[in-house]
C-alpha cells in the first residue's frame, strides 16, 4: 500500500515579509497553510549578544559571488530578524524607472500613490516608529552635523523599532533579545499560527513539479537539514499544495524555480536575470575627534567606549537630498549612516597610495582608528546586471560552513551605475572632507559589491520579455505559483528595501486570497490587520 501524499491548500516557502504576510492572509482567510523554512527557528530570548561561531552564524548567510557578496537572513522570520529595521517608502520616481532597457520596468498599475494603502498597512501592523533626534545615535548625529556644516539636510530615519522598549545596545545584526524590533517573529508569523497555519524550520525547498493528486497543482520536494551543520541532509520529503508562494528570497527563489524547470516545463527567461544589490555601495570616513568637538561642537564623555561607533541602533540617520525627481537616472540616491559589525573592517581602503593592502603598517593604524570611523551606505540606481548561472545539486548556493556560501551570481555593473557610485562617492567626500572633519575612504579591499539588499531576480512587470512574474506577480506560464519577496521588485529603490517588500507583499497577499478560489482554495479576502504581539 503506497504511503498517503501530504497536501495542503497553500504552501509557502520562506518565512520572510514576503512569506508571512501572504501566509499569514490566506491563514486568516480560512486556507490551510504551511509554511517551509531552511533556518531554525529561534526564540526572542535565544538571540546573543555576540558574534561566536555557532550562534550568529545560525541566522545568517554570507554568499560570495562573482562580483558581489550577498548577506541575507537564515532564518524563521527571515532577513526581517537581523536587518536594522529602516522602514521608508520608496520615492515616487522609482516607480517609474526604465533602467538600461529603455522602458518603464515596474507595472503599469503599480505608481507610488497606488502603493501607499498597502504601505499603510505595513506599517500598521509592523509597525513603524518616527525616531527624532533624541532617538539618533552619536553617529547618526555625527553624520547629521556634517550634512548640515556642507549645506544638505538630514534626517532621522523610520524604524521598524519599539522605541520605548529598545535598549540601544547595538546588536541588531543578532536579532533583538528584547522583543523591540519588530520582525515577523512578532506580528504575522504569530498570527498566522493563531489562524493554524504550521511553520517548518530546517525544511529546504528542492524543487517544484506538477501534482500527482487530484485537485492539487504542485508537488514540493524539500531536505530537512541538520541543524548543527545544514551542509547535512537529514531526510526528506513532499506535500502537494492547490497554491506555492515562493518567498525564499532573491537568491533563493530563482534557484528553486531553475532546477523545477525540467519537471514544470520552460521557465520565463527573466528567471534568474536581472539581479539588483539595490545599488548599495558603502563608504566611510575616518573623523579627527578633536575637529569633531571644535567644528561639529559634538562630544561624548571620556568613560565611554568607541566615540565615533555607533551605540545604538545601527541606522540613524539620512539625507534625503539627493532624492530629487527632476534629476536624471542614475543620479537619484540616499545617504545614510550604518553601522557595520568588526567582521568588515578588513575591506575599507588602507589610505595609502598604490593598491589597497589587506595588512602592514597603513591598515594597522587605520584600523586602530576603528572607534573614529563613520560608515555611510549609498542606495543609489543601478542596472540589475545580475545574472544567475545554474543552479548547484541542491540548496541555493554551494554552502562551504554555516554561514559561508558561494553563489551562483556573476554581477559586471554597467558604466551607468559605476558612474553613479563615482557621484556617491563624491558626495560623500564633500560632505566629511568639507571642514576637514574628517577624512574620506573608500571601500576597495574587495573588488565585489556588498549588499544585505539583493532583489529583483525573478521580477514582475508588464512586459514578458524582462519579467518572470505578471504584475498580481504569479509567474508566468505556471498558474498558482507567486513569487512575493524581493526577488519580485522589479528594481532598486534608493532606499532600505525591507518596507516596500512588505508593501508588495500585502498587495499580492490581497490579490491572490481574491483569486484563491480559481485554485479550489476558500479563504475570504476581508482579513483585518493581525493583532501585535
Not at 230 to 237: A, D, I, L, Q, V
Not at 401 to 420: C, E, F, H, K, V
Not at 482 to 498: H, I
Not at 513 to 526: L, Q
Amino acid at each position: 500500500m503506497s504511503p498517503v501524499t501530504e497536501t495542503t491548500d497553500v504552501l509557502v516557502i520562506g518565512t520572510g515579509p514576503g512569506g508571512a504576510i501572504p501566509g499569514f492572509h490566506l491563514a486568516a482567510g480560512g486556507a490551510k497553510v504551511v509554511f517551509l523554512e531552511r533556518g531554525p527557528w529561534l526564540k526572542t530570548e535565544e538571540f546573543t549578544h555576540d558574534l561566536q561561531l555557532g550562534t550568529y552564524t545560525r541566522l545568517v548567510d554570507y554568499v560570495q559571488c562573482d562580483g558581489v557578496n550577498v548577506i541575507a537572513g537564515n532564518c524563521v522570520g527571515g532577513s526581517s530578524v537581523i536587518y536594522y529595521a529602516a522602514a521608508l517608502r520608496a520615492p515616487s520616481f522609482v516607480f517609474d524607472r526604465h533602467g538600461l532597457l529603455g522602458h518603464r520596468l515596474w507595472p503599469t498599475s503599480i505608481t507610488r500613490s497606488s502603493m501607499d494603502r498597502w504601505y499603510d498597512r505595513a506599517e500598521e501592523t509592523l509597525p513603524v516608529s518616527e525616531q527624532t533626534w533624541n532617538d539618533v545615535t552619536y553617529a547618526g548625529g555625527v553624520w547629521a552635523a556634517l550634512c548640515s556644516r556642507a549645506g544638505r539636510t538630514c534626517n532621522p530615519v523610520p524604524v521598524a523599532v519599539d522605541l520605548k522598549q529598545c535598549t540601544n545596545c547595538g546588536w541588531m545584526l543578532n536579532g533583538c533579545r528584547f522583543g523591540a524590533k519588530r520582525s515577523m517573529l512578532l506580528n504575522y508569523l504569530p498570527a498566522a499560527l493563531a489562524h493554524h497555519a504550521e511553520i517548518r524550520p530546517l525544511h529546504e525547498v528542492q524543487s517544484i513539479s506538477p501534482a500527482a493528486t487530484s485537485g492539487y497543482r504542485y508537488r514540493v520536494d524539500y531536505s530537512t537539514l541538520n541543524p548543527d551543520d545544514y551542509r547535512r541532509p537529514t531526510g526528506g520529503g513532499s506535500i502537494e499544495a492547490k497554491i506555492v508562494i515562493l518567498a525564499a528570497g532573491a537568491l533563493g527563489t530563482p534557484v528553486i524555480l531553475q532546477r523545477s524547470e525540467r519537471m514544470l516545463g520552460g521557465m520565463p527567461d527573466a528567471v534568474g536575470k536581472y539581479f539588483s544589490p539595490n545599488g548599495d555601495h558603502v563608504t566611510m570616513a575616518v573623523l579627527d575627534e578633536k575637529k569633531v568637538r571644535d567644528v561639529l561642537e559634538l562630544q561624548r564623555s571620556a568613560d565611554v567606549a568607541y566615540e565615533g561607533f555607533a551605540v545604538g541602533k545601527p541606522i540613524s540617520s539620512m539625507t534625503f537630498d539627493y532624492l530629487d525627481p527632476h534629476r536624471r537616472e542614475f543620479d537619484r540616491m540616499s545617504l545614510q549612516q550604518i553601522y557595520f559589525p568588526t567582521i568588515v573592517n578588513i575591506l575599507p581602503d588602507d589610505g595609502a597610495h598604490g593598491a589597497p593592502s589587506w595588512f602592514g603598517m597603513s591598515k594597522r593604524e587605520l584600523t586602530r582608528r576603528w572607534p573614529s570611523w563613520l560608515n555611510i551606505l549609498a542606495m543609489t540606481e543601478d542596472g540589475n546586471e545580475g545574472t544567475f548561472g545554474a543552479p548547484p545539486p541542491s540548496g541555493s548556493f554551494t554552502r562551504l560552513a554555516s554561514a559561508a556560501s558561494l553563489g551562483q551570481i556573476t554581477y559586471r555593473p554597467s558604466p551607468q551605475t559605476l558612474r553613479g557610485w563615482r557621484v556617491a562617492d563624491d558626495r560623500v567626500r564633500h560632505i566629511v572632507e568639507h571642514e576637514r572633519v574628517g577624512r574620506f575612504v573608500e571601500w576597495t579591499a574587495s573588488p565585489n559589491a556588498l549588499t544585505a539588499h539583493p532583489l529583483s531576480s525573478c521580477r514582475i512587470g508588464d512586459d514578458p520579455a524582462t519579467s518572470a512574474c505578471d504584475a498580481s506577480h504569479e509567474l508566468r506560464g505556471h498558474p498558482g505559483i507567486f513569487v512575493t519577496d524581493g526577488a519580485s521588485v522589479p528594481t532598486s529603490l534608493c532606499v532600505n528595501p525591507s518596507l516596500t517588500i512588505a508593501a508588495l507583499a500585502e498587495r499580492a497577499a490581497f490579490a491572490i486570497t481574491k483569486r484563491a478560489a480559481a485554485y479550489g482554495v476558500e479563504a475570504r479576502s476581508d482579513v483585518p490587520v493581525p493583532t501585535r504581539s
